[in-house]
């Protein structure tokens, strides 16, 4: 499975941004995806993830209620759509899939395959 990222850019805080991950293959469906954010200097760090078919989403403390994750097995994408960005959300974001265990879906464990990464930068 290949991964590809799009959508990051510069936007002023409280403004939005909708992320969206294409994957290769037919096996899309049958794993989590899930996003990463990594800023300078940090660690790479959970966001959100959706199950296999987009029923179940999980989210990071710091973006619950302004981050929403959907996903289109049709299209074999999913979408973070990112609203009222503060500057501390400004990080690569990275999607990512595996089979990921329910235990494990905030950690990078069970991940099997990662994007390139999409740049957000939201100004204050």
């Known amino acids: 499975v290949q991964l590809q990222a799009s959508g990051g850019g510069l936007v002023q805080a409280g403004g939005s941004l909708r992320l969206s991950c294409v994957a290769s293959?037919?096996?899309?469906?049958?794993?989590?995806v899930g996003w990463f954010r990594q800023a300078p200097g940090k660690e790479r760090e959970f966001v959100a993830a959706?199950?296999?078919?987009?029923?179940?989403?999980f989210y990071s403390d710091s973006v619950k209620g302004r981050f929403t994750i959907s996903r289109d097995n049709a299209k074999n994408t999913d979408y973070l759509v990112m609203n009222s960005l503060k500057a501390e959300d400004t990080a690569v974001y990275y999607c990512?899939?595996?089979?990921?265990?329910?235990?494990?879906?905030?950690?990078?464990?069970?991940?099997?395959?990662w994007g390139q990464g999409t740049q957000v930068t939201v100004s204050s």
């Open positions: 293959g037919r096996i899309f469906s049958s794993y989590v």
């Open positions: 959706t199950g296999r078919n987009g029923a179940a989403r």
């Open positions: 990512a899939a595996g089979p990921v265990i329910l235990s494990q879906i905030g950690s990078v464990t069970g991940y099997h395959y």
